[in-house]
């Protein structure tokens, strides 16, 4: 029957993919030398996961709100409103796929991750990652700052990006899915910008 000699004849297709998967799983368990305490690189695992609430979505909500209660300038206001719009965003997003695509952790992921909800269990994409990548993208196009801070927010989303691996908290395609989902979605933020002209009930709020 055509379905056993499909079964039996794999499409070249499936070959690649099957062997793509397999290559991410062999590097991202090599590359997770700080996934324990008796990892090569265990002695860093406490450095890693200081990166990892770096990158962590309630620090940036709770920051980004506190800045809306302080500021008492209509431009700070309308960034901090919109980053805090691309942040919701993005929590939303990153859960629907993940509870879409139901990857699994590694297995040798330790599941002691800074604060965590049900879709957290699953891998793909990395949230952590996809908004490292949103957010560099959204500070470096709205706020005016030295060249070496800006080099300094590009090295700490890829460094919050390569630390997911090195946790065993993701897989490699993960986290660089997850890198450019966050870039992208730093357009949809832009294109739906809220400003006091388009939504002057919610800056009413403020």
Same mark, same amino acid.
């Given at each position: 029957p055509e379905e056993d000699?499909?079964?039996l004849n794999p499409s070249f297709l499936g070959i690649a993919l099957s062997s793509l998967l397999a290559i991410d799983l062999w590097a991202s368990k090599r590359l997770g030398v700080c996934a324990g305490e008796g990892s090569a690189w265990?002695?860093?695992r406490p450095l890693m996961k200081v *990166?990892? #609430?770096s990158g962590h979505g309630i620090p940036w909500l709770?920051?980004?709100?506190?800045?809306?209660?302080?500021?008492d300038s209509l431009a700070a206001r309308e960034v901090l409103l919109n980053l805090l719009f691309a942040l919701l965003l993005d929590l939303v997003l990153v859960a629907v796929v993940k509870g879409l695509v139901r990857r699994r952790r590694p297995t040798h992921n330790k599941m002691d991750?800074?604060?965590? *909800?049900? #879709?957290?269990?699953?891998?793909?994409?990395?949230?952590h990652a996809t908004r490292a990548a949103l957010v560099c993208r959204f500070v470096l196009h709205h706020l005016v700052l030295a060249v070496p801070l800006r080099v300094l927010i590009v090295l700490w989303a890829l460094i919050v990006g390569v630390s997911r691996v090195m946790l065993?908290?993701?897989?490699?395609?993960?986290?660089?899915?997850?890198?450019?989902?966050?870039?992208?979605?730093?357009?949809v933020v832009e294109y739906c910008w809220l400003s006091p002209l388009r939504t002057p009930a919610l800056f009413a709020l403020w």
């Amino acid at each position: 029957p055509e379905e056993d000699c499909m079964k039996l004849n794999p499409s070249f297709l499936g070959i690649a993919l099957s062997s793509l998967l397999a290559i991410d799983l062999w590097a991202s368990k090599r590359l997770g030398v700080c996934a324990g305490e008796g990892s090569a690189w265990g002695s860093a695992r406490p450095l890693m996961k200081v *990166i990892e #609430v770096s990158g962590h979505g309630i620090p940036w909500l709770l920051g980004t709100i506190y800045g809306l209660y302080q500021s008492d300038s209509l431009a700070a206001r309308e960034v901090l409103l919109n980053l805090l719009f691309a942040l919701l965003l993005d929590l939303v997003l990153v859960a629907v796929v993940k509870g879409l695509v139901r990857r699994r952790r590694p297995t040798h992921n330790k599941m002691d991750m800074f604060v965590t *909800i049900s #879709v957290d269990k699953y891998s793909f994409p990395s949230g952590h990652a996809t908004r490292a990548a949103l957010v560099c993208r959204f500070v470096l196009h709205h706020l005016v700052l030295a060249v070496p801070l800006r080099v300094l927010i590009v090295l700490w989303a890829l460094i919050v990006g390569v630390s997911r691996v090195m946790l065993g908290r993701h897989n490699v395609t993960d986290v660089l899915c997850g890198l450019l989902l966050g870039y992208a979605l730093y357009s949809v933020v832009e294109y739906c910008w809220l400003s006091p002209l388009r939504t002057p009930a919610l800056f009413a709020l403020w």
